[in-house]
């Protein structure tokens, strides 16, 4: 049984920080790509960014590009999304996923954000002055 616990999210300030965890039981990261999404009050679900299970290569959507970081620590089977420069129009929930298919394109690395894998249950994510 696959579980994906976030946590991180609060209320920050435009400019601020946040680093957001994920801690996966039940499916090993070092073999299975993972990322984050997110989900605003009446947005589209957006592809945030996802890492590679084996090569750990990295996808990051323009709107956070040179902002967030994703990374993951295998021995504690913990994703992590490292927020900087948070702007209002980052407010959102944010949800880990594993990913069901990812590859190369001449892009680059991408993950399949239309057929994920399991998620967990969102934290939310509230930039504001």
């Known amino acids: 049984d696959v579980q994906l616990q976030a946590s991180g999210g609060g209320l920050v300030q435009p400019g601020g920080s946040l680093r957001l965890s994920c801690v996966a039981s039940?499916?090993?990261?070092?073999?299975?790509?993972a990322g984050w999404f997110r989900q605003a009050p009446g947005k589209e679900r957006e592809g945030v960014s996802c890492?590679?299970?084996?090569?750990?290569?990295?996808y990051y959507a323009d709107s956070v590009k040179g902002r967030f970081t994703i990374s993951k620590d295998n021995a504690k089977n913990t994703l992590y999304l490292q927020m900087n420069s948070l702007k209002t129009e980052d407010t959102a929930v944010y949800y880990c996923?594993?990913?069901?298919?990812?590859?190369?394109?001449?892009?680059?690395?991408?993950?399949?954000?239309?057929?994920?894998?399991?998620r967990g249950r969102g934290t939310l994510v509230t930039v504001s002055s």
């Open positions: 890492i590679s299970g084996t090569s750990g290569d990295t």
């Open positions: 996923a594993t990913m069901h298919r990812d590859g190369y394109d001449s892009g680059g690395y991408y993950c399949e954000w239309t057929d994920l894998g399991s």
């Open positions: 039940g499916l090993p990261l070092d073999e299975y790509a």
